[in-house]
């Protein structure tokens, strides 16, 4: 995949995103925006794709710890902290919005 600087303008998820809302980005396009960057070898939908399709998905993400993301080639620790974060931002308003109808 090339990386996201040569990709034409209305293809780059973060334009994509703020021309057209979130909902219309895949997910592959949704991770690479909070991952912001790739490496030498890889662009950040590449990772974010390797990620997603190594992972099952974010479900599949979710409760992971540092050791398995570690796994994949060009994760350091920003690009590892965003992803929890995210992770656990997402965690929470799941447990809120749980809260708020009294299932849990």
Request: aromatic share 4%; proline share 3%.
């Amino acid at each position: 995949m090339p990386k996201i600087k040569d990709l034409p303008l209305e293809e780059r998820p973060r334009e994509k995103l703020l021309e057209h809302g979130a909902e219309g980005l895949s997910d592959t396009e949704l991770l690479a925006i909070i991952l912001r960057t790739g490496t030498r070898d890889k662009s950040a939908l590449d990772l974010a794709d390797e990620l997603l399709s190594k992972f099952g998905g974010f479900k599949g993400m979710s409760g992971r710890d540092f050791e398995d993301f570690k796994m994949i080639g060009g994760l350091r620790d920003a690009k590892l902290a965003s992803i929890s974060a995210t992770l656990e931002i997402s965690r929470r308003i799941v447990r809120q919005v749980l809260k708020d109808y009294h299932i849990i």
